[in-house]
């Protein structure tokens, strides 16, 4: 019996390893199958025609419409323009969308009036391919499912969540005609200032590389051409979270070192993923503009990183160059800087001037064949991967799921795991039935609970709101009823409505709820010079503080605006970031228990407008000269979160306190649900390298688990930690590991610290 089993056992390996085999000889044949194509492509391209695919322009630009650069508002594509564009100048891709959110029929129709003449009307036939922003779903198709910004799924600190967006996204898009997505955001912000922020999974290079990898796997699946499927673009290399004054495509002071060891790593992971395409940073690091920084793109990337995708600009950056940075006198050096640089595809946006500069420069001999031939040959590869030679279009009539009721359910998930409780005086979860008034700019509005890159770039604009979604008052209401709850608007974003109104009506309310916010915006228009949420939004809270009844602050808010002064004055506080479409009912089914928080802060909730930290920075930066740990004074620490029920940290155990060479440790936390219901906490363990050649980090995220446990239940989370963990970047800009002492930590991120020490030595036992 014994023997039979472990025959069957041998024959079943056999199997799985001939179908693997025979999998990767199938698809190892059938990349080469692509590149046979592609030269023979290529062979036949003339340079206009190379020039033109490495070209992208935004659809305005043959729409018809009066004049170049007015936004289209019918998309109703100029054929004049269209033929003019493929046959004369070639262009390989088109971006965007006029100003209101089209429909998936209306995208259809658009880019299959595209492909049809790109496949039938053109010498070599190679169809176009189209990508979209879909950032927090697939928000620029009329109906589709809205997601709460990246910044709230990373705050489940549940990869789940974001696999199904990133799934969900991927097909709503493909309903909408579009294979290719210019998400996820991994860049990592370390500038409070900086109006991207809530685009981001964060400050931490590791959570943004496990949410960023979870992203890649689940937009792509094993095969993009898979009709379900969106190839993604990871954006922005490098360092676009950290300009050195905190705006919108600046330039950021970052060591190479730092470049390497917290900016690359989410990168490299999402490469590792398979990543198909990358979108280049507006901005400067160094006071180099990262479009023409040949080191990061063609070294790093495409060399060290072994990257073979495309490499994409961002918006308008030829004109950047040049108006902007100013390292190009001309478009034309622009060209030569950003395509020598590494460069496969311009997203110009309005024009085909990119592809007349490139045909020019080549002549001059200012740009090799060599290099134009390997851009055009990844984007030819990308597009035969999207399987657009054969599928030119996906209907929408094959989507029946597309904005369905069980993808808002996935939506509502993320904005229920990912909403974080800061504060809690004894006054949440509330009881229905008491008097409440809700108040605040962010009370009874759809755009502060989707923000921007919603329906329109901005996300301020109302008319295209799906209004049978429920605002934060809306679902209050739910719960509530009418009759016990009152609205006051209070304030606008940054100008009083009615304070004196919301006052009285407070008297006569059992609890307050103020709703405040920042106005959504992105890029240049979301810069601020001051991190204090507007001071008309503070001083409702502190008129209303003079009733003396229970405050409860909602925040809804890209970054962390400072609210230090109303903090103390505030009973129950909830960071709300942008939860998206579903985040009204979020909300309230967590102010009313429904839901028990879980979300915690991927990003320091900072304090001080003059001195914002994120959570990793040295021992130094941090101590104080008499040795005490005094200067990360944030409002709320990176990680932390309130539930409804009591965890206690037990232990944190390691299986030994010396580890040699490869070795792995295994480090044991014991967690305890010590309260009266069950909820969810997220363990994480941080690392402290205790004596090494460059000053420390004095912490640093290097796992996490999200656990669900019941009351009273008690549980331990295992980790497995090798040498890859100690490793850092070195003075030489290598990385490496240095024998010695290290410390564990894990908690609650607040007053709760376990640590474990254990002796590293390089060599094996
Ligand atoms: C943004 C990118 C975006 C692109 C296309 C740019 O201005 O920086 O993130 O993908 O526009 O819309």
Redesign the pocket.
């Known amino acids: 019996m014994h023997s039979l089993k472990s025959f069957i056992a041998v024959l079943f390996l056999l199997l799985v390893s001939i179908t693997s085999c025979s999998e990767s000889d199938q698809s190892s044949k059938q990349a080469s199958d692509i590149e046979k194509k592609i030269n023979s492509i290529l062979s036949k391209m003339t340079l206009a025609e190379k020039a033109g695919q490495m070209t992208q322009v935004g659809i305005p630009a043959i729409c018809v419409q009066e004049g170049y650069w007015a936004y289209a508002d019918t998309l109703i594509i100029d054929t004049t323009k269209l033929r003019k564009a493929l046959t004369e100048d070639h262009i390989g891709s088109f ?2 969308k006029g100003y209101f959110p089209p429909t998936n029929k209306e995208y259809y129709d658009m880019i299959n009036q595209i492909q049809d003449f790109a496949l039938n009307e053109t010498r070599l036939g190679i169809p176009i391919v189209y990508a979209t ?1 879909a950032v927090h779903g697939a928000h620029y198709t009329a109906g589709s499912t809205i997601f709460p910004h990246q910044i709230t799924m990373a705050a489940s600190w549940n990869p789940e969540r974001v696999e199904k967006m990133a799934e969900i996204t991927a097909y709503e898009l493909r309903a909408s005609n579009s294979p290719w997505n ?1 998400a996820p955001v991994i860049d990592i912000s370390w500038q409070a200032q900086w109006g991207r922020i809530y685009e981001t999974f964060g400050e931490d290079p590791y959570l943004t590389s496990v949410m960023g990898s979870a992203f890649v796997r689940s937009s792509q699946g094993d095969d993009i051409a898979n009709p379900e499927k969106t190839a993604v673009c990871l ?2 290399l490098i360092g676009y979270g950290s300009s050195l004054y905190g705006k919108d495509r600046k330039n950021a002071l970052i060591p190479e070192r730092y470049i390497r060891q917290y900016y690359l790593p989410p990168f490299e992971e999402a490469i590792k993923q398979g990543a198909k395409s990358v ?1 280049i940073n ?1 901005g400067l690091v160094n006071s180099i503009p990262c479009h023409v920084n040949k080191f990061l793109i063609t070294d790093i990337l495409k060399g060290e990183l072994s990257y073979e995708g495309i490499v994409i600009s ?2 308008g950056d030829m004109q950047f160059l040049s108006e902007f940075h100013k390292t190009a006198p001309d478009h034309k050096e622009a060209v030569r800087q950003m395509v020598n640089a590494g460069i496969d595809m311009c ?1 110009v946006p309005y024009d085909a001037s990119f592809a007349h500069h490139i045909i020019e420069l080549v002549i001059e001999d200012k740009i090799s064949i060599l290099r134009i031939d390997d851009a055009v040959r990844r984007i030819l590869r990308f597009k035969f991967e999207l399987g657009l030679f054969d599928q030119p279009n996906t209907h929408y009539k094959d989507y029946p799921d597309f904005g369905s009721d069980k993808f808002a359910q996935e939506s509502y998930k993320g904005a229920a795991e990912g909403i974080t409780l800061l504060k809690n005086e004894d006054v949440l979860p509330l009881n229905n039935g008491k008097k409440i008034l809700v108040t605040g700019v962010a009370a009874h509005s759809l755009n502060y609970l989707n923000g921007p890159w919603t329906k329109t770039w901005s996300g301020q604009e109302t008319t295209y709101n799906d209004n049978e979604k429920n605002t934060i008052l809306e679902a209050l209401i739910n719960h509530n009823g009418a009759s016990n709850t009152q609205y006051i608007a209070g304030t606008s974003y940054d100008s009083d409505i009615n304070t004196i109104e919301a006052v009285k009506a407070a008297k006569n309310s059992d609890y307050v709820i103020v709703c405040l916010g920042e106005q959504p915006a992105t ?1 240049r228009p979301s810069d601020i010079k001051e991190l204090y949420l507007p001071e008309v939004q503070r001083s409702l809270v502190k008129a209303l503080k003079k009733t003396g009844k229970p405050i409860i602050l909602v925040l809804l808010e890209g970054r962390t605006r400072i609210i230090s002064d109303i903090v103390p004055m505030a009973d129950g506080i909830l960071m709300a970031y942008y939860p998206g479409h579903e985040g009204g009912d979020a909300i309230a089914d967590i102010l009313f228990g429904a839901v028990n928080p879980s979300g915690k802060l991927p990003l320091t909730y900072q304090k001080h407008a003059a001195a914002p930290m994120p959570y990793i920075h040295t021992v130094s930066d941090r101590a104080d000269n008499s040795g005490g740990y005094t200067d990360y004074d944030p409002q709320w620490p990176f990680g932390f979160g309130l539930s409804y029920t009591n965890f206690t940290y037990d232990t944190i155990t390691i299986n030994t306190a010396e580890l040699f060479g490869s070795d792995t440790l295994q480090v044991l936390v014991q967690l305890s649900n010590t309260g009266n219901r069950v909820g969810k906490e997220v363990v994480q363990l941080y690392l402290r390298d205790d004596f090494a050649s460059l000053d420390p980090d004095y912490e640093r995220l290097i796992r996490f688990k999200k656990v669900e446990l019941q009351a009273g239940e008690t549980k331990e989370i295992e980790f497995f930690l090798n040498k890859k963990d100690l490793d850092f970047v070195s003075a030489a800009n290598e990385w490496v590991i240095e024998e010695g002492s290290f410390t564990l930590m894990t908690g609650n991120r607040m007053d709760v610290v376990k640590t474990a020490k254990f002796e590293y030595q390089t060599n094996s036992l």
Do not use: I, P
């Open positions: 971006l965007g922003d210019f954006k922005h979108m507006s961002d918006w997203m890029e």
